[in-house]
Structure formats: C-alpha cells, structure tokens
C-alpha cells in the first residue's frame, strides 16, 4: 500500500505504523465515514496512495490491531500538509490524536518539512484545540467552504525553525 516510516511502538501498547494493506485500507475508509460529513471515499484514498509519490497515511492501531485513528498527508519539500485525520468516535478525548499528530509532525520533520499546514471547520473546537496545542496558529479564512452543512474553513500554519546549513 503505501507510507514511509518506521512502525513505533508507543506505550499503553499503541503502535502507529503506515498503512499497510487492503483490509487497513478499508477500515480507514469505513473510519473516516463515522467521522466526517464530506469524507474521503476509499477509492479516493486508495488513488491518492497509488498516484503520489507524497502522500502517506499512518494508522494508530490498538494491541488488538484495530485501527483507532489514522493521517492521510502529503510531505512536499519542506512541507507537511495534513489532509485527513480522524479518531474513532468511542476513542476520542483520550489522546490519541495528539499522540498521533506527535508523530506524523516528528516523521515530516525527519523528512524534512519544518512547516505545515491544514485546515479545519471553524466550528470544531476540539479539532482547533488539539491543533493549538500542537503549536498550530490560524493564518487564513475560507469563507463558506465546507458544505454540509455551510462553514468556513480555517487554515492553520505551523512553522519550526528550518535546518541551519552549516558555513
């Protein structure tokens, strides 16, 4: 499938790793169903993967192997852009986001990228949290970009200190 990067054992016996295969796939593409009123089909994650050499998507699994949360990214030159990333509904508030954010920013840095960027409803404040928290800060306004139903889109920067070239 697709996705670079080491699998890393986290403690409480989490394990975020790149997705991996078909069935992963489909319980991405089911995740992000629960999760999202516009969601990504499979078939668009599926192409994405297939057609970019930038795109990853890394999956947070339970020590069931379960997928509870997921990132689909691209990593352009010096920049992380996160797409997609969502929590299974009866796992939020618990911090795997955060965890998970954590290192997807730590694997495009070691990529690389010392920004990045995304964008999130106006009205998801726990969304816009875990974000600011994450050192996150809003940049721009898309009015009357999300649809169903109708709300501006916030676009989020973060920037960390660029590698120094040494003289």
């Known amino acids: 499938m697709s996705g670079s990067g080491d699998a890393r054992a986290i403690e409480d016996g989490w394990k975020i790793e790149p997705l991996s295969t ?3 796939l489909d319980a991405v593409a089911a ?6 009123t516009n969601p990504w089909s499979r078939d668009m994650l599926a192409r994405e993967l297939r057609q970019s050499d ?5 999956v947070l699994r339970a020590a069931d192997g379960v997928i509870a949360a997921f990132c689909a990214c691209w990593i352009i030159y010096d920049e992380l852009h996160i797409n997609t990333i969502a929590v299974d509904p009866a796992r939020r508030r618990a911090g795997l986001g955060t965890r998970l954010m954590r290192y997807v ?4 840095r070691a990529a690389g990228a010392h920004r990045a960027t995304l964008e999130v409803r106006r009205g998801n404040v726990a969304a816009l949290g875990l974000y600011e ?3 996150f800060k809003i940049d721009a306004v898309r009015p009357r970009y999300y649809t169903s139903p109708v709300e501006d889109a916030l676009i989020l920067w973060r920037r960390d200190e660029p590698p120094v070239s040494p003289s």
């Open 22 to 24: 078909e069935q992963d």
């Open 31 to 36: 995740l992000e169903a629960r999760s999202f």
């Open 54 to 58: 930038v795109a990853r998507v890394y």
């Open 105 to 108: 920013l730590a694997q495009a």
């Open 133 to 135: 928290r994450l050192g």
